[in-house]
């Protein structure tokens, strides 16, 4: 995986973040499962 410096910090960060908050049913605005499965996939 690569990483790279954030902003002007020494703190390193990946390259692909994928998230977490917007994944599952319960709100509209979230990724359904089927959805959320294929963009978790296609990160991997």
Known sequence: MQY???GWS???ISR???G???Y???E???AQKED???II???F
């Open 28 to 30: 509209p605005w979230m």
């Open 16 to 18: 692909i973040a994928l």
């Open 24 to 26: 599952g049913s319960k």
């Open 41 to 43: 996939k296609k990160g």
């Open 36 to 38: 959320a499965l294929k």
């Open 10 to 12: 020494n703190v390193k």
């Open 4 to 6: 790279a410096k954030l």
């Open 20 to 22: 977490g908050m917007s």
